[in-house]
Each structure stands twice: as structure tokens, then as C-alpha cells.
């Protein structure tokens, strides 16, 4: 089954400071989802990776798909606190399913 | 921007009642999904459903558990029995095209089984 690591687990930043969230695949992905998750609430699409090497940025966030297409990261620039929540990478399925690793919670301090 | 809408946002009910948990796809789309979260937990996949038939569930989905989409615009999740263990974050997700396609997420119901 597909099994998805997400590193770190938790992660402090001072605002203003960079940082990389990473997420490895056991097995090739189809595509690649990245979520963000406020506390207690909704899931947020951030972006969608599908071609090995490809790179898409919204606002300060940038994530790549590795040529392989087993490992992926999301990058920060200049975190600000309301990048603060928890980061959710998503393996695409064919079955028509997204399989979730376990998050990374960021929390930024002022 | 159109969005999935979940209700209730939150949703208390004894053990062993049934629960049904609303939710409202984006109009244009033809995949749903039910996700739950339990807390301190990563959210797990529950069921998939397109053209008026589940396409894929998981464990997790037992006899318990079905889904309907009784008119053109809900989507709802049915838990027959509740256990305690159910009490969990349910998201509901849609997207266009399956998984070719962004699957957005709704707000979630917050459902605890007491």
C-alpha cells in the first residue's frame, strides 16, 4: 500500500525565516497533493504536482516534484503567522482516492 | 469561488443512534468523498463515489456506514449505530474529474459519539 512520510513532524519558525516541509512516497506517485489544515478545520488545496520535476508557487509557498516522482517539498519564504496550521501532503491514486501522511504542524513564532 | 459546504459544522449524539452528515459538492463536479480525521490523527480515506455508485471504500467503511446522494446537489453520509469511536472530524471532498483534478475539501462536521 502506499505509504507516505512527512518531515518534520513539527516545526518552529521565527517570522520571517524560510523553511521546507518535505514528503517521501514509498512507492511512484501518480500526482501530489498539498493541504493545508487549520486546527479543527477544513482542508485548503495549496497545489497539485503530477510531472516529475515540476515546480508551481503560489504567494510564498513553492512546492516541487522530484524527477523520480517519490518525494516532494513544500518551501516558505519568509513565513508569516498565518502560514502557522498543519501541512498535509496526498498521494493521487488511480482508484480514485487521495492517501494522506500524518502532517506537519507549523507554528510560527512572532 | 464555490466551495463544498458541510452541515452540521457540529453534531453530538448518544451512542448507538444514527447520524447523517450533510454535505453539498461543488455544483459542476462528478467525484465525492468522505474523509474523516480522528483527533490527533491523520485523515483517512472512507469512500469514493461516482456516477450514483461507491467507486472505492476503505476499511474503515463497514456496514455501518453508507453514502447517498439523494437529489442532484446532496451528499450525505449515513453511520447507522454511532460508537465512540466514531467521534471524529468527517470531511466531505469533491472534485471534476477524479483524481486528474483538484479534490476540495469542505469545513467538516465534528461529530462526537457520547
Known amino acids: 500500500s502506499q505509504e507516505l512520510e512527512q518531515s518534520p513532524q513539527s516545526l518552529i519558525v521565527q517570522e520571517g525565516k524560510n523553511l521546507t516541509i518535505n514528503c517521501t512516497s514509498s512507492k511512484t506517485l501518480y500526482g501530489l497533493y498539498w493541504y493545508k489544515q487549520k486546527y479543527g478545520e477544513g482542508l485548503i488545496f495549496l497545489m497539485m504536482?503530477?510531472?516529475?520535476?515540476e515546480e508551481k508557487s503560489h504567494e510564498k509557498i513553492t512546492a516541487k516534484l522530484d524527477e523520480k516522482k517519490q518525494q516532494s517539498s513544500l518551501h516558505i519564504t519568509a513565513s508569516q503567522p498565518s502560514h502557522a496550521g498543519i501541512y498535509l501532503c496526498g498521494a493521487e491514486r488511480r482508484d480514485d482516492k487521495i492517501i494522506f501522511g500524518k502532517g506537519t504542524r507549523l507554528h510560527i513564532l512572532p | 469561488e464555490p466551495e463544498v459546504t458541510q452541515t452540521p459544522s457540529h453534531q453530538v449524539t448518544q451512542m448507538g443512534q444514527e447520524v447523517i452528515l450533510r454535505c453539498v459538492p461543488i455544483?459542476?463536479?462528478?467525484?465525492f468523498y468522505w474523509y474523516r480525521q480522528i483527533l490527533g490523527q491523520k485523515v483517512e480515506f472512507l469512500v469514493s463515489?461516482?456516477?450514483?455508485?461507491?467507486?472505492?471504500k476503505s476499511e474503515i467503511f463497514d456496514d455501518q456506514f453508507s453514502v447517498e446522494r439523494p437529489d442532484g446537489s446532496n451528499f450525505t453520509l449515513k453511520i447507522r449505530s454511532t460508537k465512540l469511536e466514531d467521534s471524529a472530524m468527517y470531511f466531505c471532498a469533491s472534485s471534476e474529474r477524479g483524481t486528474d483534478t483538484e479534490a476540495f475539501f469542505g469545513q467538516g462536521t465534528r461529530l462526537t459519539v457520547v
Open positions: 463515489f461516482y456516477n450514483n455508485e461507491i467507486s472505492e
Open positions: 455544483s459542476n463536479h462528478l467525484y
Open positions: 504536482l503530477q510531472k516529475g520535476g
